[in-house]
């Protein structure tokens, strides 16, 4: 176990829904720590961008509309075991497969517009902390 960073976002839906406030509690209440909070709003380019790693998916175009219909909170979170511990707290990426007492269980009201976004390595951690808090 170490001392993490990783990148949190949230999502459209979640942020246009009043989730905000309630999805940092569960985020704290797991020991987490928000280091770093912004709300921006991303440009197409930015979003195919961040999520290039998808495009050859067929909901890439779809999800790259989405994360671009609304205001986002981009977070900096930290503690032991960060990246996964807080993947535990999002949930399965499909809100039917998630966990009672997720985010994403709670929130998420389909596999695409699923509340909450959080990196899946330290590699991709700091790519993607990098792609939004540049001085890290
Ligand atoms: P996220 O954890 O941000 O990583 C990629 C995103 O693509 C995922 O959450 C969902 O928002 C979306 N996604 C993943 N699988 C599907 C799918 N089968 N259909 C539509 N969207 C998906």
Redesign the pocket.
């Known amino acids: 176990m170490s001392n993490q960073k990783t990148l949190s ?1 949230i ?1 459209p839906d979640a942020v246009k829904a009043g989730h905000v406030d309630s999805i940092n509690l569960m985020i704290e209440n797991s020991g987490l720590k928000i280091l770093e909070k912004k709300e921006i709003k991303l440009s197409k380019e930015e979003a195919q961008q961040f ?1 290039a790693v ?1 495009s050859d ?1 067929p ?1 890439y175009n ?2 790259c509309e ?1 994360m671009t219909s609304g205001p986002i909170i981009v977070q900096m979170i930290e503690g032991e075991n960060a990246i996964e511990l807080y993947r535990k707290v999002m949930g399965a ?1 499909n809100p039917a497969e998630a966990d009672e007492n997720t985010i994403r269980k709670k929130f998420a009201t389909s ?4 509340a909450v ?2 990196s899946d390595s330290e590699d991709n951690a700091l790519k993607e902390l990098n792609f939004f808090f540049k001085d890290i």
């Open positions: 976002i999502k999520y998808h998916k909901f779809e999800l989405f990426t596999i695409q517009e699923n976004h959080g």
